[in-house]
């Protein structure tokens, strides 16, 4: 575990560490020495801690992404389960600016009182020592303003650099969340072997990766021209994508497919448990089954399918980037693109609609919701980003059409693009 830790080090200073506080990042930087006014004052992370507090950070590495990602997930249980009554943490990020590849993910802890720091420490110590984790403390200076960070080794069961550590300086957040810098085959899948080959490596810890596999293709439907048109209805849920999407069908003698496909049914449940790297993989590989299905129905009759790859990424985009939508992945990003190796629709429907109506077709249905459907009614920044997400994605893009009049109406809307589109 010591060698990816110290391969780290070099840069180390170089590094960016922002830390969730009440749906915000407050950034900051460490140097080797502090030079008098720089950086504005305390990072704004440090100005909470009150009297002897102290404040800690868990950072996760590894070469294996499967177990880095599974391990952060548990690790936020540990420290929920064993250290709640003792301090608050907080989710935080590192990372090199504009670097890909670089971010690297934990959590910051603040003590709620001075007793509180040996209950952390001999936690956050047998982190250092067993896990793949780097620990840091931080320490507040003499004059009550300037704090250092100290590195910690649990072979040695000492801090690093103890007689200097790092100056801990303000800095400025980076102009794009620093999520998209390991979201390409990592939130968002634009490759079906890249999300096929994390599910493989998961066959001895998650048994049903193994039924999944079973189900799968031996390679992607890739045919860019099909006999009849596809036709992809999105949207948000309760925005009548159902009503819609029967409706076609009965209208064109279309066939009906949905995105994940029915035959994942079982197992959606248990993928939803999974961090993002293993969830967002097997929604993935849903989209690759479904590409075949529709390459089936295509030589036969026009195909409709209730979601596909805009929801998977859409969503997965939103739920990977916190704050304003100004923080998503910059418009022409490739991030936004459509994978290569994946059946691509003739047109993808967008249906919008007035938030609160939205809710209170949500609330007549009286039905269960997901964490990202309960997301998408409790916080408002979560919907922005989502569907500013769904307007951002290219090749193909979406149309989008009001939900708002009567189902006919929006019915005969989308016939008309179905007309001037797919010449139907």
């Not at 040695?156 to 303000?170: A, N």
């Amino acid at each position: 575990m010591a060698r990816p830790m110290m391969s780290l080090l070099p840069r180390w200073t170089s590094r960016v560490f922002a830390v969730e506080l009440h749906g915000a990042q407050s950034c900051f930087a460490v140097k080797e020495t502090h030079h008098g006014g720089e950086g504005g004052g305390v990072p704004r992370v440090f100005t909470e801690a009150q009297g002897n507090d102290r404040c800690y950070s868990v950072h996760v590495y590894g070469t294996d992404k499967i177990q880095r990602a599974r391990f952060h997930a548990e690790l936020r249980g540990k420290l929920m389960r064993d250290l709640s009554l003792e301090c608050d943490v907080s989710p935080m990020l590192s990372f090199l600016p504009n670097v890909r590849g670089s971010l690297i993910r934990g959590y910051f802890l603040k003590g709620r009182s001075e007793a509180s720091s040996p209950a952390m420490e001999q936690l956050l110590l047998s982190l250092a020592r067993h896990k793949p984790v780097i620990v840091c403390s931080y320490l507040r200076g003499r004059d009550g303003q300037q704090w250092t960070q100290h590195l910690w080794t649990g072979e040695e069961s000492q801090m690093l650099g103890m007689t200097k550590g790092f100056c801990v300086v303000p800095a400025e957040a980076p102009e794009y969340h620093p999520a998209t810098l390991n979201m390409i085959n990592s939130d968002v899948f634009y490759s079906f072997e890249e999300a096929r080959h994390v599910l493989r490596r998961c066959g001895d810890i998650i048994p049903e990766a193994t039924s999944v596999l079973e189900l799968l293709p031996s390679g992607a439907e890739t045919r860019d021209k099909l006999d009849f048109p596809v036709i992809v209805v999105e949207g948000l849920d309760a925005t009548g994508k159902t009503t819609l999407t029967e409706s076609l069908r009965d209208t064109l003698g279309a066939a009906l497919l949905q995105s994940p496909p029915q035959c994942l049914s079982p197992w959606r449940a248990r993928f939803d448990q999974e961090p993002p790297l293993i969830r967002r993989a097997f929604y993935a590989l849903g989209n690759y089954i479904t590409a075949v299905q529709i390459g089936q129905e295509g030589t036969k009759k026009p195909v409709i399918v209730d979601r596909f790859w805009h929801s998977t990424a859409a969503y997965a985009i939103a739920t990977a980037v916190s704050g304003p939508v100004c923080k998503l992945p910059e418009e022409g990003s490739e991030v936004y693109c459509w994978p290569t190796d994946l059946l691509q629709p003739s047109l993808v429907v967008l249906l919008s609609l007035d938030p609160e109506e939205r809710k209170r077709r949500l609330r007549g249905r009286g039905q269960g919701k997901t964490d990202e459907e309960k997301e998408l009614d409790e916080n408002q920044l979560f919907r922005l980003r989502v569907e500013e997400a769904y307007r951002r994605i290219r090749g193909p893009a979406c149309v989008a059409v009001d939900a708002s009049p009567s189902a006919d109406r929006v019915l005969q809307q989308v016939l008309l693009l179905i007309r001037g589109k797919c010449h139907l």
